[in-house]
T-cell receptor, first 113, second 113 residues
């Protein structure tokens, strides 16, 4: 079984609609992260969590919110989707923060039209 | 802000050739990781280096962490088409910032048969 599962894998949505992306991990990792990956920008951190109900902003958090009600689940919500949020979104988790690396999910390709 | 610069950005070689990818920063990292990402998938952790001057080998891949823990290199011997992918380096900060990784923008390697 995959350590991290992201859903959906692909989504097309309209501008102005809310969208929630889901991340589920079976690694029992304390830390979880949401990144977006865009050509020319690489991986950019949106939000991260260092425990249940403990979250903080990353470098590109505007327009995004997160929630973590259980160790294994980390949700990313686009409050009102815009075309600039068209991207590939990756969830990651780690047991000792970044020190020994992350396990990544397979990504969600989101298109906002 | 910690930055990681990867070079080259693109690399296209023939099967059997050797290559080196570089990852440089002006910041000191407590650890550094290398990932490989294939199209449509998330990055997969290849190696973590922690000690300055450390060298790790993974079959035909050799990873080195600089003595000052500011840079790293990845050397591939006798490259094969299966080595094709995006190679990412990522560094963990020290002290209270080690839970977040800083990613380079990646080196896109194509190995032609």
């Amino acid at each position: 079984d995959a350590g991290i599962t992201q859903s959906p894998r692909h989504k097309v949505t309209e501008t102005g609609t809310p969208v929630t992306l889901r991340c589920h991990q079976t690694e029992n990792h304390r830390y979880m992260y949401w990144y977006r990956q865009d050509p020319g920008h690489g991986l950019r951190l949106i939000h991260y969590s260092y425990g249940v109900k403990d979250t903080d902003k990353g470098e590109v958090s505007d327009g995004y919110s997160v929630s973590r009600s259980k160790t294994e689940d980390f949700l990313l919500t686009l409050e009102s989707a815009t075309s600039s949020q068209t991207s590939v979104y990756f969830c990651a988790s780690g047991t000792a923060g970044g020190t020994y690396g992350y396990t990544f999910g397979s990504g969600t390709r989101l298109t906002v039209v | 802000t910690q930055l990681l610069e990867q070079s080259p950005q693109f690399l296209s070689i023939q099967e059997g050739e050797n290559l080196t990818v570089y990852c440089n920063s002006s910041s000191v990292f407590s650890s550094l990781q290398w990932y490989r990402q294939e199209p449509g998938e998330g990055p997969v952790l290849l190696v973590t280096v922690v000690t300055g001057g450390e060298v790790k080998k993974l079959k035909r891949l050799t990873f080195q962490f600089g003595d000052a823990r500011k840079d790293s290199s990845l050397h591939i011997t006798a490259a094969q088409p299966g080595d094709t992918g995006l190679y990412l380096c990522a560094g963990a900060g020290s002290g209270g910032s080690n839970y977040k990784l800083t990613f380079g923008k990646g080196t896109l390697l194509t190995v032609n048969p």
